[in-house]
Every structure is written in C-alpha cells, then in structure tokens.
C-alpha cells in the first residue's frame, strides 16, 4: 500500500510538472565596448548604446506566474578600461524614491535598479543601487554566508549615477511615464581583491528591479535572470558578462 501510494505522488508531480522542469541556464549579458568614455546623468545620448544589447526585466517566476512584467524595462551594458556602465530604460506609472541620501538602502524608500556582480567562484560580490532621483549605493559582501547589511555599505567610491524622469517624482496623484538611469562602476573596485576584469575575467552579473506603483496590486520585482523565486542574492542564477572584441569607432 505504502510503495503504490509513493508511486502515485511521483506520478502525480511528474504530470504536474514538479521539479520535473531543469532551472533555466543563465543569460549571456554582453557588455559593448566604447572608446568614449559614458557620462551617467540618465540620458541615452552616447553612441555605445545604440550598438548594446537590451535585455528585458522579467518577474521571477513566483511573482504574476512568471509571464511578464506589468511595467516592462530593459537593461543594457557597456564597458571601457575604467568603468563598467548600465543603462536602465524603466515603464512606471508612479514614480518614487522617498530617500535623498546616497550609500542608503534605497529599495526600502522607493524605485530603485539594483545591479549584482560576481566574480564567479569567489565568496565575495556587490550589489549597486541607482534610483530615479540620482541617489546611488555600493554594497560589498566578503560572502553569501556574510551578509551583514549594517557593515556592507562603501561609502568612499568612485561609483556615479544619474536618472530622468519622465513626469512627476514623488506624486502619486497623477501618471507617469517613467524614468532612465545610467551607472558608472569602476573598475578600480571590482579588481580591488585580485579579480581581473573584462575577457581575461570571469563575471557573472544581474540587474534587478523594485518598482513601487500606487496602480500595482504589490510591488513588482525584476530581473534580468529567470530567477524562480523571488530571491536577488541566487547568485547561480546570474547572467554571464561576456566581453566582445573591442572596436575601436573613429
């Protein structure tokens, strides 16, 4: 009786689809290369975006069963020998980041793109913030295990960021349309523990969303890796940064 009861729920959850499906492999995130160095103030105008991929924030796959992201956005690389740089292209109807302060947990005041970088076999990784109003973050952790937020946050960096908004910041009265956010990470940091950078490394990155709406049911989390479940630290789940050939454009 007991091994025809096991042998039921087995076939049960093979038809259901439970744990039968292998986790989606990570992304391929190409980071285009650029002889002009990107000027992070939230507008697309440098030619490099033009020529780097945009790759879609999707909903984890517990969030709105996985099917796609009520307020779409896209995420785009770029890099040279000093920064690696995001570009952020964000729908949202109500526009948000209540914080004024940098190296600040933004995603607990409002809108904000985080970005998680990985040299992959390593302990240690960052998480970056940008938020609609400028503000910007940089978290170091030693490791998974080592998550002590209260001590992670690096004030003293290099780190830039910029965004625009297209309506209304901070009113949740009217609609708006959305905002674009632009990050310059150097590079002086990433390779600060021995990590080397670009073709020669081996980096694993994701860009994530929280989006705060007065129109949504629940904030909506994104992010650039399917991830399946709501969790920004699954760092098996981050794309791989992939380098092309650097072209120099005269």
């Not at 391929?28 to 033009?50: F, I, M, N, Q």
């Not at 307020?71 to 526009?95: I, K, S």
């Not at 860009?207 to 991830?227: K, Q």
Request: hydrophobic share 40%.
């Amino acid at each position: 009786m007991k091994l025809r009861l096991y042998s039921f729920i087995v076939l049960l959850a093979a038809a259901a689809g439970c744990g039968g499906v292998p986790p989606s492999a990570p992304p391929r995130l190409a980071a285009a290369w650029t002889a002009e160095p990107v000027t992070p103030d939230g507008v697309a105008a440098e030619e490099v975006w033009s020529r780097a991929q945009p790759y879609p924030l999707l909903p984890p796959r517990d969030r709105n069963g996985g099917t796609g992201c009520r307020q779409p956005g896209t995420v785009r690389f770029a890099y040279d020998d000093r920064f690696l740089y995001v570009l952020a292209e964000l729908d949202d109807d109500d526009v948000v980041q209540e914080e004024e302060r940098d190296n600040r947990h933004l995603y607990e005041t409002g809108d904000v793109l985080e970005l998680f970088l990985w040299p992959e076999g390593k302990a240690h990784y960052w998480e970056i913030y940008a938020a609609p109003n400028g503000r910007r973050s940089m978290l170091f952790f030693p490791g998974a295990g080592r998550k002590i937020f209260l001590t992670a946050m690096q004030e003293h960096t290099r780190l830039r960021a910029g965004a625009r908004v297209d309506g209304t910041l901070n009113d949740w009265s009217d609609r708006d349309r959305g905002w674009t956010a632009e990050i310059a990470i150097p590079l002086e940091e990433l390779t600060r523990y021995g990590d080397p950078f670009g073709a020669s490394g081996n980096w694993r990155a994701m860009a994530a969303r929280y989006n705060y709406s007065v129109t949504l049911p629940e904030i909506e989390y994104s992010a650039t890796s399917p991830l399946p479940k709501t969790d920004f630290h699954l760092r098996e789940a981050y794309g791989k940064l992939v380098f092309p050939e650097r072209i120099e454009h005269k």
